[in-house]
């Protein structure tokens, strides 16, 4: 493909990656329909997981339009995450001034989804091309699925190279360290606890497929606290569904304890970087419910780190350490085991069979 003949420097694209969210009542059946037809989150074979996920879309679409019906029918997760890539792009820029550098955002489930992202990026003609999940932790339900669809679809130019998580990066540490700063000043004199709430996912996926999502969540929480000097703080796993046994304990099972030890909450949503279903919905409304059921006081939640300065400075860090290397690899630690879905244990695996 032609470059452009009034290009100077690289060119260089970063493509964002996330779940993506329904953008009107309209969209809700259809979202949860890609959702739940992805064998990443449903692992059966092709015909039977389609007809799982239209049955489970089905049924949930009624209660899913009235939860994003508090957030005015859609998810704010796709403007939100716009704002990112425009704050990443003043980043980059400024640290790769002879550069062009342009980010795409690229959603798993709902618009702007895979296909059409990787024509605009080949259209572009980009020199080179980091491919950044918004996932701060690596799971084979959200980074493995997002990169493998996109490795499968994109044919364009551009020599390519991933980030697979950054659970302990600088940045991520500290904008959540001066987010919980935050919220704790805001909780006052009162004892509280500090909990950080990840996405649960089943705990077969870690025992049985070697995911290490829980691991990284795991080390980020210790290193968020170490940095803030925690002596009160815990992890619990919120959005548990269907009969398996989930990561836990469950959000909704610390709130109880704390409650029981008659401590206030400082919520930390620390697996999600953007405002969405899961913030806005569960802890804001479901679980603050629930805190006040069992005498919870104060409740403050957080906000996502969203374009925090820190947050946004740490991965503009990672990209430019990137343009750096091939292939998969963390920006900063990442998996503290073999684990056997990581990415980069697989690469060399690869590498040594060759």
Not at 89 to 94: F, M, N, R, V, Y
Not at 237 to 242: D, E, I, K, L, N
Not at 300 to 328: C, M, Y
Request: charge should be negative; aromatic fraction near 8%.
């Amino acid at each position: 493909m032609n470059r452009p003949q009034d290009s100077q420097g690289r060119r260089v694209a970063v493509v964002l990656f996330n779940l993506g969210g329904p953008d009107g009542p309209e969209s809700v059946k259809p979202f949860l329909f890609n959702l739940f037809n992805d064998p990443a989150i449903i692992g059966l074979p092709g015909l039977l997981r389609t007809a799982v996920a239209w049955l489970i879309s089905s049924r949930r679409e009624k209660s899913a339009q009235s939860n994003y019906d508090y957030m005015g029918g859609g998810s704010p997760l796709l403007p939100g995450t716009r704002s990112q890539a425009v704050a990443l792009e003043q980043a980059l820029s400024e640290r790769l001034p002879g550069d062009q550098i342009k980010a795409f955002i690229c959603m798993r489930y709902w618009h702007p989804m895979t296909e059409a992202v990787a024509a605009e990026v080949e259209a572009w003609a980009p020199d080179q091309i980091v491919l950044l999940p918004l996932y701060p932790q690596f799971s084979t339900t959200t980074t493995a699925s997002s990169l493998k669809l996109w490795h499968e679809t994109y044919r364009g130019p551009g020599a390519s190279r991933a980030i697979c998580c950054y659970p302990q990066a600088e940045g991520w540490v500290e904008a959540q360290a001066g987010l919980i700063r935050e919220g704790l000043t805001a909780a006052g004199d009162p004892p509280v606890r500090v909990l950080f709430s990840a996405h649960g996912i089943p705990e077969s996926l870690v025992t049985k497929k070697g995911d290490p999502y829980a691991e990284q969540v795991e080390a980020g929480c210790r290193a968020v606290a170490e940095r803030l000097g925690l002596s009160d703080w815990g992890l619990c796993y919120q959005s548990r569904v269907g009969p398996m046994k989930w990561l836990g304990p469950s959000t909704p099972e610390a709130l109880e304890q704390a409650g029981r030890d008659g401590v206030g909450v400082v919520l930390v949503p620390i697996a999600f970087v953007s405002e969405h279903i899961e913030t806005l919905v569960e802890l804001d409304i479901e679980y603050r419910e629930l805190a006040e059921e069992h005498g919870i006081h104060p409740y403050i939640r957080v906000p996502t780190v969203s374009v925090t300065p820190a947050f946004i400075s740490g991965l503009a860090e990672g990209v430019v350490a990137a343009l750096d290397r091939s292939g998969t690899a963390p920006f900063g630690p990442g998996c503290q085991a073999a684990w056997k879905a990581c990415p980069c244990q697989a690469e060399q695996r690869q590498g040594a069979a060759a």
